[in-house]
């Protein structure tokens, strides 16, 4: 009977998870199409919904802790549920990234930008894929999914050193868009950043089910 509560209780959390990691997609999405519009409305929009963000972090949290304190779940069930905490703390942080995104967004709308925006959605595109791609591997448990959404993050750094080169050029070339290109390194920076939370999502799919985080003990 506890067993079967506790069942309950984890996949009460996975849909919780899955609707903070759906608000934080939406925010990374928005983030870049306020960005590529030139749209403070929707920056702005972005920026007042991480409070919502925040909220349900803590919420889930709280449901963690007592799920711990009541349940007093054992090996794979409490790395678990220690896992979800640490996911929601990450999702929360790249929501954190979406919101600096749209501060950013709102710095630049009257000037025009230096170049067609092309490469920084595209990068944040995979970066939005990878954060979905890893919770689904998280909820259903499926190292294999882990592993593929994990490699995905080396065309995000491929991408990002692409646009560092192009932007530094810029900047070598005219003094008047070191400014401009300065806030579109930040914004690639911080998708890189989101990216990267993304891999710290496929890990714990391996320490769940293996124990430790190193996605490299999944060749042998």
């Known amino acids: 009977m506890k067993r079967l ?16 990691g759906s608000m934080v997609e939406e925010s990374i999405l928005y983030s870049i199409k306020s960005l590529k519009n030139q749209d403070c409305a929707l920056a702005q929009h972005v920026i007042d919904f991480d409070k919502n963000i ?16 009541t349940q007093q779940p054992m090996a794979i069930d409490l790395r678990e549920i220690c896992s979800i905490l640490r996911l929601i703390a990450d999702l929360e942080r790249m929501a954190d990234h979406a919101r600096d995104i749209a501060k950013i967004t709102i710095k630049l709308s009257s000037e025009k930008y230096i170049k ?7 990068m944040a595109d995979l970066a939005t894929h990878m954060v979905k791609k890893a919770l689904d591997a998280f909820v259903k448990k499926d190292i294999e999914l882990a592993r593929y959404t994990w490699t995905l993050d ?11 080169r192009e932007l530094l ?20 920076s911080h998708i890189e950043r989101i990216a ?3 891999k710290n999502v496929c890990e714990k799919v391996v320490y769940i089910q ?10 042998k």
Request: proline share 2%.
């Open 54 to 69: 925040n909220n349900l972090e803590e919420e889930i949290e709280d449901k963690c802790i007592k799920l711990i304190a």
């Open 154 to 164: 080396e065309t995000v750094d491929a991408i990002y050193k692409q646009v560092y």
């Open 210 to 219: 293996i124990g430790n985080y190193n996605m490299k003990d999944l060749d």
């Open 116 to 122: 067609p925006l092309i490469d920084i959605p595209r």
């Open 169 to 188: 050029t810029y900047m070598i070339e005219d003094s008047k868009k070191i400014t401009q290109s300065t806030y579109f390194l930040f914004i690639c």
């Open 196 to 198: 990267d939370y993304a």
């Open 5 to 20: 509560q506790l069942s309950k209780e984890l996949t009460k959390l996975h849909n919780d998870l899955l609707k903070l």
